[in-house]
């Protein structure tokens, strides 16, 4: 069975490139949203194995979603992306209950094994 994930970037180009990568990798792209707002809201009813959600978004950015993805489902995982790849930034996120991080710009295999790190262990079901 194909991992299920939501991919959450406010560029459509970003999005775009992510759910090739992800398709191409055998993961299913079940849904997509441009802003943190949106992500919470669908998070609830696609019940996704994975989101890879962007840092920086207008109305909620990805540090906000993240917490209230949590807040919603504990066992949430959730791969931050970002081209602000500082120390105390990555720190936050991590802290926060991220499952990795990833720096913009990045290439297929850096997300790939983000992804398969972040998915190790048991589904959340």
Known sequence: MARRVMVVDDSFFARKILKDILNKNGYEVIGEAENGQVAISKYSELNPDLV????????????????????????????????MGQRTIVSEALVAGAKCFVVKPYNSETVINAVERALSGALKR
């Open 52 to 83: 890879t959600m962007d840092m920086t978004m207008p109305e909620v950015d990805g540090m906000a979603a993240l917490k209230s993805i949590l807040a919603i489902d504990q066992d949430a995982r959730i791969i931050m992306i970002s081209a």
